[in-house]
Antibody, heavy 122, light 108 residues
């Protein structure tokens, strides 16, 4: 079955960087873009970025420009997201999700990874 | 970037029908997608391509759209439908996506 399995929880100090992984299985990795979405404690979902595993094309939410780097490893069907210059406001659950589209008016995320908790604390 | 606006909280009596709405200019050109998230769980897709349900989603969930408003309707709401619901759409003109702020549904 289609699965996205994310790396384990991280604890980082302010100013540090964190690199999260999302390993895909059960489908052709190159055929679906991968999104990253985060959710701060008690807050809503926030879209962060997307990567095309086929050619590594990326797009980042303007809010995060300059602090995010998405990469992929096609040999292991894994997508990585590095977040730099962490602050306490980056404490959140980070999800990856597979993209689907009808190529006209609708895009959707399915399935989602289990999430990775990142805690930023001094 | 564009915004999607949802009511923060909605309640419905058990067995009654409830509509959760999502408003935004981009919805006049894009279809909203709807996700359900229960406490401590990963979001799941409940409506995509305006009104399509993934397999496993009960047919009491339906989607619709009019102008710049998308709606998720739950007919004969059940206790297990109590959750947060988020709308999402791709922004126009660039590769950006946006979520609504979420609606907490309480089933009374």
């Amino acid at each position: 079955q289609v699965q996205l399995v994310q790396s384990g929880a991280e604890v980082k100090k302010p100013g540090a960087s964190v690199k999260l992984s999302c390993k895909a299985s059960g489908y052709t990795f190159a055929r679906h873009w991968i999104h990253w979405v985060r959710q701060a404690p008690g807050q809503g979902l926030e879209w962060m970025a997307i990567i095309n595993p086929s050619d590594a094309t990326t797009s980042y939410a303007q809010k995060f420009h300059g602090r995010l780097t998405l990469t992929r490893d096609t040999s292991t069907s894994t997508v990585y997201m590095e977040v730099s210059s962490l602050t306490s406001e980056d404490t959140a659950l980070y999800y990856c999700a597979r993209d689907h589209s009808d190529n006209t008016h609708s895009w959707w995320f399915d399935p989602w990874g289990q999430g990775t908790l990142v805690t930023v604390s001094s | 970037s564009s915004e999607l606006t949802q009511d923060p909280a909605v309640s419905v009596a058990l067995g009654q029908t409830v509509r959760i709405t999502c408003q935004g200019d981009i919805l006049s050109r894009r279809y909203a997608t709807w996700y359900q998230q229960k406490p401590g769980q990963v979001p799941i897709l409940v409506i995509y391509a305006k009104d399509k349900r993934p397999s496993g989603i009960p047919d009491r969930f339906s989607g619709s759209s009019s102008g710049n408003t998308a709606s998720l309707t739950i007919t004969a709401a059940q206790a297990e439908d109590e959750a947060d619901y988020y709308c999402n759409a791709r922004d126009t003109g660039d590769d950006q996506w946006v979520f609504g702020g979420g609606t907490r549904l309480t089933v009374l």
